[in-house]
């Protein structure tokens, strides 16, 4: 069966039919769903009941797993429901037991209600990252993905002379404080120290141009602090107007995968007292460039 791509939204996000994500894929498979990836950013696969082995297996298809050393008291290795090599996004503790709403590692989850891009806040950020849906609540859970390539070309031309060389910092502690969780360690504040990222990115491959923006970003180089944040508040305003969003309503064992270079991404609300497990394999992308014109040298 050959691969086949229906686009669910008018500018971007396909459905992939005739893979079978359990197998080893075909040279020709992996070609036909990056081209895919390039053109819609985001690609859903239906009926993929993967084991966790089988979804590395198949992430690993399109580069490297993403590896880092997480904080130890966000969640211990022991205190972890999964193995290596896949995260953990339910609500479930080590247990398979909901966990408390008033658990921090829940407070960490809430900030990704928060549109943002994996890993911006990473030397290295993410390049793909692939959730699968093993329980899905009864309402609500939706994931929202918004176009940063079609977000860019919208922008006036002065706006996009203004974006082109400005460097933004992005750290997890922005984000969380955005939705007031601001108890953090003293390793935490360490481990998530800001980096610096480009405002505008370029695709590798399609040469496209997209806006580099995630709740992470809480300041530009060289601008104040609420003048930065003012400006990216606008820029995320813009960025996630309905035209640019679409919205994936989950079926069990839907497989999603997104680009984290052209897209930005939040989860919607579900009712804490229903078990969403969804297990996310991630893909390491490459450190990007802050060239010398650009504002941090300023
Ligand atoms: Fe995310």
Redesign the pocket.
Known sequence: MSVSITALHPIFVGEVAGIDCHAPLAREEVAAIEAGMNDYAVLAFRDQNNTDEEQIAFSRHFGELESYATPGHIRRRAEQRLGPGIADFSNLDKDGRIMSAEDRVWFFKLG?RLW?S?SSFRPAPAKY?ILSGRLIPSWGANTEFADMRAAYDALDERTKAEVEELVCEHSLIYSREAIGFTDMTAEEIEAFRPVRQPLVRTHPVTRRKSLFLAAHAGAIVGWTIPEARMFLRDLTEHATQREFVYSHSWRLFDLVMWDNRTTM?R?RRFDHSEVRDVRRTTLAGDALLITQGRHACS
């Open positions: 990704d943002h994996d990252s991404h989860a």
